[in-house]
């Protein structure tokens, strides 16, 4: 997989994808996505500019209701698009980019007419750019998660504490007056440490009633039950031949 990611890097890195038009918003989108979503774009983008045409447009308080006539693979379909002048923000019925990424041929018929030069930033999501990777990670909703430079610093922090810790044992070698002074060290640190996360067996409780929902009581009325012979134990009842 990290052989896959650095194959896909270099090429994004050190090539240009194939441009089908001279729009401007087809050559922006190829300076921002990586090329797989590009071509995505690219297919919607060439649906847009070949097969789908503006019909109607209605001026409602929000900017306008613009109905588009998709002709793409032969099929004549009719989508509603709703389109804010102001932030150049459009939603279509299809809800392709909703679920997707990918503005849909029919917000594209509507903003190529527009004379942008860059596609809004709206329809950019940052899972889908070249600088994807670099960037903090989002979830399917944009919600920011952990980025990359936080867990790489994590990473060297943690390399550097094991290369001290190592120095430290290397210098005290066999020699009991140092090592007692390392085993103190760690003692003090482990109580810190301690001090710091409240108890190991207390943040336990405390994820366990959390993720339960409720507190445990500090008396408990209810006791296990008295444990009762069931049918089958005990020994065995003899038959008459044994018994004989």
């Not at 690219?42 to 097969?51: G, P, R």
């Not at 019925?93 to 029919?106: D, L, N, V, Y």
Request: with cysteine.
């Amino acid at each position: 997989q990290r052989y896959g990611q650095l194959q896909s890097d270099n090429e994004t890195s050190s090539s240009v994808p194939q441009l089908k038009t001279t729009k401007d918003l087809e050559r922006h989108a190829g300076q921002i996505y990586t090329f797989v979503n590009f071509y995505k774009f690219q297919d919607e983008f060439w649906n847009a500019c070949m097969d789908c045409e503006i019909e109607d447009r209605q001026a409602i308080d929000e900017g306008f209701v613009i109905t588009v006539i998709d002709n793409t693979r032969n099929k004549t379909k009719k989508r509603q698009v709703v389109y804010n002048p102001s932030n150049h923000v459009a939603h279509c019925s299809c809800k392709m980019f909703e679920c997707e990424g990918i503005p849909c041929c029919h917000i594209l018929c509507v903003l190529k007419g527009k004379a942008l030069r860059e596609l809004p930033s709206y329809y950019i999501l940052s899972r889908w750019t070249k600088m994807a990777a670099s960037k903090p990670f989002f979830d399917v909703d944009d919600t920011l998660l952990e980025g990359r430079s936080q867990i790489e610093q994590e990473d060297k922090l943690i390399l550097r504490n094991w290369l001290e810790f190592l120095d430290c044992m290397q210098m005290a070698g066999r020699d009991s007056e140092k090592l007692s002074l390392v085993s103190k060290a760690i003692h003090r640190v482990l109580k810190e440490m301690k001090e710091l996360n409240g108890g190991t067996s207390e943040s336990k409780m405390s994820e366990l009633e959390s993720f339960i929902g409720s507190s445990a009581p500090d008396q408990i009325d209810i006791l296990p039950p008295k444990q009762c012979n069931t049918k089958g134990s005990g020994k065995r009842i003899k038959g008459g031949k044994e018994k004989a």
